[in-house]
């Protein structure tokens, strides 16, 4: 045994299974998040129950099962609730999803199993997904047709058909609104801005306040074509209802430019359900968020969270680079270099926040406010560039980062031998070409893997970008259509803020806590995607280069 210990073989068995029990709870972690969040697109069961309340009255509730919990029957004696049988010690309670918001206030509840008198699945119990007030829940029995009431044989066919059309009319509509009467807007206001700049400047001459005049004249008789278009669409999509029986018996007309789908869930076959699974897991990637970011999707985040990464990438990587070759291959060793090193060390320390308030002031008050007097005074004292937006956030993501890059880089050059520059110095290539075509290559890999780091760390900060450009709900992304097509100047949504958002601002916190897990399973994927995609070029950086090595 004391060789055993001595030979050193129980550190490395010690050592392996610390390192085996770190991946085991990460991707533990991982899977929770997945499954917690994963599962709330799966289509559940809608039950209609019959109940009782502590007058004895009975009431219908339908709904679907969200969680459940045994409750300690003293403490329901406490709060004042009575039984009509003997319990034991403990009761099950059930919270509900009950839907139809305008009509019965927050769409959950809980319900206790002993004031439960019958329960049951009704196979055309209908789901509603609607654009405001959450899901309905319901028996559709008729349709009305702009504005009468029609008798069909198959009304769940009828229902979804009038879906389609409304739902494809109102898509309509929004591409007409985001595309041509978002260009017309964005053009009349550099017209107008246009004019301001002459006039600040003292060039405002009739000729060119007629050309601007002529040029707004010619948008505004485009507007008001597209307009009274897409006002059309917005009839046509509002023109048909829907007449729905809820849990109160009562009958209720829902307008069809509000319902998004439908879908009876309690006769979906496992096949059915896995189908319903993936059309909304599609929509919670492709969508835009909507009801206070607790519904719909979060594509506008996913795109701003890799837009700024990838713009941070881009900036932080030539600035590490060069600043790491610098120290490394021309700086002299002295108490300078020193103290520098131990400062770009010191830096990767300092709490993100304090980047947040360093590019607050720097970037956004002082180097965009000076952008704006130079180049855009006409738009003040609206601020451009002067207000948080994704260029700074990328920029004072680029300096949390930079650290990284440097450490990595400065390794990596560390460990190519001498005699290579001494052998490129000496077949006659001049310093910089031995660092172009000799040095920079072989130390690629590892300037890959800073660049690796730096995203990781990147993607998941939220705290700095809380001040210098995330926004809860961006209108327009940094990317369109209207020239110069990348507006750096803009606000943008980023996984990380929406997933604070959703889990601590939300009105609605049931509704929003499945959104919580699938935002962050989402978040780590596009982490992982992004890492993926860098390792991926390490690797093909290092196989190409490996010659050089020999």
Do not use: C
């Not at 029990?21 to 991707?27: E, G, K």
């Amino acid at each position: 045994m004391g060789k055993w210990f001595k030979s050193g073989s129980p550190w490395i068995w010690m050592t392996s299974g610390a390192v085996s029990i770190s991946l085991i709870a990460v991707l533990g972690l991982l899977l929770l998040i997945a499954w917690r969040g994963l599962s709330y697109f799966w289509p559940a069961d809608i039950y209609q129950w019959e109940m009782k309340n502590q007058q004895g009255e009975r009431y219908t509730l339908i709904g679907e099962i969200y969680d459940k919990e045994e409750v300690p029957t003293e403490r329901l004696i406490a709060a004042g609730h009575k039984f009509d049988t003997e319990v034991g010690d403990n009761v099950t309670r059930y919270l509900v999803k009950t839907g139809n918001r305008e009509f019965v206030g927050l769409d959950f509840r809980w319900i206790l199993a002993t004031d439960i008198i019958s329960r049951s699945k009704p196979e055309d119990i209908a789901v509603i997904e609607r654009s405001k007030n959450g899901d309905f829940y319901g028996y559709p029995i008729a349709i009305i047709e702009d504005g009468k009431r029609l008798t069909s044989q198959d009304i769940e066919a009828d229902f979804e058909s009038h879906i389609d059309r409304a739902v494809d009319l109102n898509e309509q509509a929004l591409s007409l609104q985001k595309g041509v009467i978002g260009s017309i807007n964005y053009e009349l206001e550099n017209l107008r801005l246009k004019a301001r700049s002459y006039e600040l400047d003292n060039a405002l001459t009739d000729s060119r306040k007629a050309e601007i005049e002529a040029a707004k004249a010619k948008l505004n008789a485009e507007y008001l074509v597209v307009e009274k278009e897409f006002f059309a669409l917005k009839t046509q999509a509002g023109r048909d209802a829907v007449v729905i029986r809820d849990m109160r018996g009562e009958e209720v007309t829902l307008k069809l430019d509000t319902i998004l789908d439908v879908a009876y869930a309690n006769r979906l076959s496992f096949i059915g359900k896995i189908g319903h699974w993936f059309v909304g897991v599609g929509k919670f990637v492709s969508d835009d968020p909507r009801e206070a970011n607790t519904e719909g999707g979060v594509f506008p985040a996913i795109f701003g969270t890799v837009f700024m990464v990838m713009l941070m990438a881009v900036i932080v990587t030539p600035f590490g680079v060069i600043a790491a070759i610098y120290l490394h291959e021309y700086a002299k060793k002295g108490p300078v270099t020193k103290m520098i090193r131990i400062a770009v060390i010191n830096l990767a320390g300092v709490p993100s926040i304090v980047y947040g308030v360093f590019g607050l002031g720097f970037f956004v008050y002082m180097f965009g406010g000076t952008l704006d007097q130079l180049f855009y005074p006409e738009a003040l004292p609206a601020p451009t560039f002067g207000s948080p937006g994704v260029i700074w956030s990328a920029l004072t993501l680029a300096i949390l980062t930079l650290p990284v890059v440097i450490v990595s880089t400065e390794e990596g050059l560390s460990r190519i031998p001498s005699s290579v520059r001494q052998g490129s110095l000496a077949l006659g290539a001049t310093k910089a070409e031995t660092l172009w075509r000799i040095i920079i290559p072989m130390a690629s890999p590892a300037i890959m893997t800073g660049l690796i780091l730096a995203v990781a760390r990147a993607a998941g900060e939220v705290a700095p970008l809380m001040l210098v450009g995330v926004v809860k709900l961006a209108p327009t992304l940094p990317i369109d259509m209207n020239f110069p097509f990348v507006h750096l100047e803009r606000k943008f949504m980023h996984l990380g803020f929406h997933i604070y958002d959703v889990g601590f601002q939300s009105p609605n916190v049931e509704a929003a806590r499945p959104l919580v897990y699938a935002t962050s399973f989402l978040l780590v994927s596009v982490i992982v995607a992004l890492n993926l995609t860098a390792i991926g070029v390490r690797n093909h950086l290092r196989e190409k280069y490996r010659s050089l090595e020999h």
